[in-house]
């Protein structure tokens, strides 16, 4: 039985959760954990009766940490949101390091073998620390990292260019906040150069737009979900359905010692392979910056 436990029910949460019983036709079973036991209870009850409307017959309950045990993919969105605009995710880190440590302790005691998928922020602070609490293989262990931002930046190119965005191979590469970058020189629309398409401005001006998207959403609405309970799904599906897909996401770098976003091959096990892609000197340069930006955070 293909199982997926979600711990934390807020925003993220519960959206993640309603993409799963909409189209979630490859898993079976769904259990909810969450500090509010009353509120997870509702939202069991709420989100079951989707089932009349669905194609897909899925078990959701809420539950504890033991009943991580026989799961095939734990989704951790706990911890507390961006207060506003001006609070950055590395601004949270003390925070949630502390809420995602008990919640890793609790769930490895229940005897847990599957694949983990971080999502809270700092994602890939909160990640690199959730991989030494559980000191499981780092192939186990991932953040959704900027598979959101690259999502975005793709959704930005796709209308700047009027071409279906799943026809443009680019990437946001690094932290997964303030000093992430688009790696330009990889970005392409099947082979052929986006550069040469975009004037200077046009990139600078997208990568901002890219970058502050978070906080522009946070400004209007108060947080944001929708985008990350999709890439959420998408993580979930290439796991479980084994699909071998390449995302952004938050891995762990031993000759750092440091999670941060690279291309990577999603599939049953976790992380495949990290796939490390030839940058320019440029761009070199402001992933080195990325990842001292993480460490001084760190410390």
């Not at 609070?87 to 847990?112: H, P, Q, T, Y």
């Not at 001006?205 to 990350?228: L, P, S, W």
């Not at 990577?264 to 892609?277: D, R």
Request: net charge negative; aromatic share 6%; charged share 30%.
């Amino acid at each position: 039985m293909r199982k997926v436990c979600v711990v934390g029910c807020g925003n993220v949460g519960i959206a993640y959760v309603h993409e799963l019983m909409l189209k979630g036709d490859f898993v079976e079973s769904i259990c909810l954990i969450d500090v509010d036991k009353d509120k997870v209870e509702g939202e069991v009850l709420d989100l079951s009766n989707t089932m009349a409307f669905n194609d897909n017959l899925i078990d959701i309950q809420s539950g504890e940490y033991k009943d991580c045990f026989d799961a095939d993919v734990v989704v951790i969105t706990a911890g507390r949101n961006q207060q506003s605009s001006e609070e950055s995710r590395l601004d949270m880190l003390k925070d949630n390091a502390k809420i995602v440590s008990c919640i890793i302790k609790e769930i490895e005691a229940s005897g847990f073998k599957g694949v983990y998928i971080i999502a809270t922020n700092p994602v890939d602070l909160v990640t690199l620390l959730s991989l030494k609490e559980c000191k499981i293989s780092a192939n186990r262990i991932f953040g959704t990292g900027t598979t959101l931002d690259t999502a975005r930046l793709k959704c930005v190119l796709g209308k700047k260019l009027c071409i279906n965005p799943k026809s443009i191979n680019a990437y946001v590469l690094g932290e997964h906040g303030d000093s992430e970058f688009v790696a330009w020189s990889k970005a392409d629309i099947s082979g052929v150069d986006i550069k040469s398409k975009l004037s200077l401005d046009d990139k600078k001006n997208i990568e901002k737009q890219v970058r502050d998207m978070a906080y522009e959403i946070i400004e209007k609405k108060g947080y944001t979900n929708f985008g990350v309970s999709s890439c959420l799904f998408a993580l979930t599906k290439a796991i479980l359905c084994d699909e071998g897909l390449v995302y952004t996401v938050s891995v762990y770098d031993e000759d750092e010692d440091m999670c941060y976003s690279m291309p990577a091959i999603v599939n049953a096990c976790g992380i495949g392979a990290k796939l490390k892609i030839q940058l320019d000197d440029f761009e070199v340069k402001q992933l080195k910056k990325s990842v001292k930006c993480l460490k001084k955070c760190l410390k």
